[in-house]
């Protein structure tokens, strides 16, 4: 649904700019100390057509104001710098490694009579901190998930190496951030569970440690439905960003024409009748394939403590998906694919069929769903649990929510209001003619509600969004 911002809607010759990537660049001020060598500090710098010197002025300036905002907090040095035109992101993921990302402030341009040129007026205030330093917390996340960390890379094959797989992996990542597709959601970072009953969710525990006997290779398995987590056997941090690599980047590029009658196949009736609709998303796109390749991208885990490297294979059937990580120091074979496939892919169709039985059910139970009068989000922090009504789709490219911008940014300012307090807490917006917004914190979750009450007062709104946690959060909200 296009919306038109009250800004917008005054002129319509107003041309209005989101928020763009300007630059975006890694140094280490421990690789040119002398002067003359302060190239060498650049391990890499979008966009590449800058000319030398300008990078090198820009890494001095960031090294600057790192170094002064430590005079007055030696422990947190900048996170962010606001000038008019655009902003600046500081991140140093590992010690002495700093990522810059500059985003320029959203603008509108008003043209002008008489043929002057176009008025334009920058909109600091619409940039929130805490999602575009989110944002770059994630490019970091995203790399070592893919190639370890950037201190254990140079010590196996110097900086020639390093900058090699910086180059690689950002050129092709930057080009996936969508900034003006940015909110809240990102601030979170949490993952979607799929609501399941009991029985079928020890089927599926059933399942997976069924597998991992018989492929004792399998270190650790994931199982996902309809691009929702149902189980994880990876550290929380691990999954948090596979999850995101899963969801925003590979099941999008995969997606399918819908099979007929796709989540309830002929099942297979006769003993040793196979016939599954499992198929590899990495590694070989097909079996039968005399010439088909059997590498698999490789992934980091646990990078704290033991720094394992494995292989990931994402094996799909129908809506369900399960991703099994092998140690990369294991040779993958056709014999091994072959294993796998003829063991996963029925039991897998079997389990999507029954999921998608029991969550048809579930949902004739509970009855129609009727058009709330409310939009929500919802994060749990200690489990990553995140649910939202507001947006209808988001991935890397594309972030479609049903609400207005102005709105999205509210939720945001009252995030951060919340991040600078440890206490419980709750905050009631007045937004624009028919809306109210309401924050909830409360032991370590947090409720985001947009009510559509025209005429509604403050004592409304709060009976209205007690009303909303008693059916939709009991248990878990304890605020009066």
């Known amino acids: 649904m296009l919306m038109i911002s009250p800004r917008m809607a005054s002129g319509m010759q107003e041309k209005q700019y989101t928020p763009s990537l300007l630059s975006f660049f890694i140094y280490?001020?421990?690789?040119?100390?002398?002067?003359?060598?302060?190239?060498?500090?650049?391990?890499?710098?979008?966009?590449?057509?800058?000319?030398?010197?300008?990078?090198?002025?820009?890494?001095?300036?960031?090294?600057?104001?790192?170094?002064?905002?430590?005079?007055?907090?030696?422990?947190?040095?900048a996170k962010s710098l606001h000038t008019q035109k655009n902003r600046q992101f500081f991140h140093e993921p590992e010690e002495n490694y700093w990522m810059v990302m500059v985003v320029r402030n959203p603008m509108v341009e008003k043209p002008n009579k008489d043929g002057k040129p176009p008025t334009v007026e920058y909109q600091e205030e619409e940039i929130i901190d805490s999602v575009y330093g989110s944002v770059l917390q994630q490019c970091y996340s995203m790399y070592k998930l893919f190639n370890g960390t950037f201190s254990r890379t140079f010590e196996a094959g110097g900086m020639e190496l390093l900058i090699q797989k910086l180059e690689k992996f950002f050129y092709r990542y930057l080009q996936t951030l969508h900034l003006q597709s940015c909110d809240l959601l990102d601030v979170f970072g949490g993952i979607s569970f799929?609501?399941?009953?009991?029985?079928?969710?020890?089927?599926?525990?059933?399942?997976?440690?069924?597998?991992?006997?018989?492929?004792?290779?399998?270190?650790?398995?994931?199982?996902?439905?309809?691009?929702q987590l149902i189980?994880?056997?990876?550290?929380?941090?691990?999954?948090?960003?596979?999850?995101?690599?899963?969801?925003?980047?590979?099941?999008?590029?995969?997606?399918?024409?819908?099979?007929?009658?796709?989540?309830?196949?002929?099942?297979?009736?006769?003993?040793?009748?196979?016939?599954?609709?499992?198929?590899?998303?990495?590694?070989?796109?097909?079996?039968?394939?005399?010439?088909?390749?059997?590498?698999?991208?490789?992934?980091?885990?646990?990078?704290?403590?033991?720094?394992?490297?494995?292989?990931?294979?994402?094996?799909?059937?129908?809506?369900?998906?399960?991703?099994?990580?092998?140690?990369?120091?294991?040779?993958?074979?056709?014999?091994?694919?072959?294993?796998?496939?003829?063991?996963?892919?029925?039991?897998?169709?079997?389990?999507?069929?029954?999921?998608?039985?029991?969550?048809?059910?579930?949902?004739?139970?509970?009855?129609?769903?009727?058009?709330?009068?409310?939009?929500?989000?919802y994060f749990n922090h200690m489990n990553l649990a995140e649910k939202s009504t507001i947006h209808m789709r988001k991935t890397a490219s594309v972030s479609l929510t049903s609400v207005h911008p102005d709105l999205m940014k509210i939720l945001g300012d009252i995030n951060c209001d919340f991040a600078r307090v440890d206490e419980d807490e709750e905050i009631i917006v007045k937004a624009m003619t028919d809306y109210w917004v309401v924050g909830k914190k409360s032991d370590q979750r947090e409720l985001y509600v947009i009510l559509n009450q025209k005429n509604a007062n403050l004592i409304e709104v709060n009976e209205e969004v007690k009303r909303l946690c008693a059916t939709q959060f009991n248990n878990i909200f304890f605020l009066d």
Not at 43 to 72: D, M, S, W
Not at 199 to 223: D, G, P
Not at 241 to 264: C, M, N, Q, V
């Open 28 to 77: 280490n001020p421990k690789f040119g100390p002398r002067e003359g060598e302060e190239e060498k500090k650049i391990l890499f710098y979008h966009p590449i057509e800058i000319e030398k010197n300008e990078k090198i002025r820009n890494v001095g300036l960031c090294e600057a104001i790192v170094q002064f905002t430590r005079t007055f907090c030696p422990t947190k040095p």
């Open 231 to 377: 189980w994880s056997g990876l550290e929380q941090d691990d999954m948090q960003i596979l999850y995101k690599y899963l969801t925003t980047s590979l099941f999008p590029r995969h997606t399918e024409p819908e099979l007929a009658g796709r989540d309830s196949p002929l099942r297979p009736e006769v003993a040793g009748n196979l016939l599954h609709y499992g198929r590899f998303l990495t590694g070989p796109a097909n079996l039968k394939d005399p010439d088909a390749k059997f590498r698999f991208p490789k992934i980091f885990v646990n990078t704290e403590d033991s720094y394992e490297e494995l292989h990931l294979i994402v094996y799909k059937a129908m809506s369900a998906a399960v991703c099994f990580m092998v140690n990369a120091a294991v040779d993958l074979s056709r014999e091994l694919c072959e294993q796998l496939d003829s063991l996963v892919g029925p039991q897998l169709t079997l389990l999507a069929s029954d999921i998608c039985e029991q969550y048809n059910i579930n949902r004739r139970i509970s009855g129609p769903e009727k058009e709330p009068q409310f939009k929500f989000i």
């Open 194 to 227: 799929f609501p399941l009953d009991k029985m079928t969710y020890l089927k599926i525990q059933s399942f997976v440690n069924r597998v991992e006997e018989s492929l004792s290779l399998v270190k650790y398995t994931a199982f996902l439905y309809n691009d």
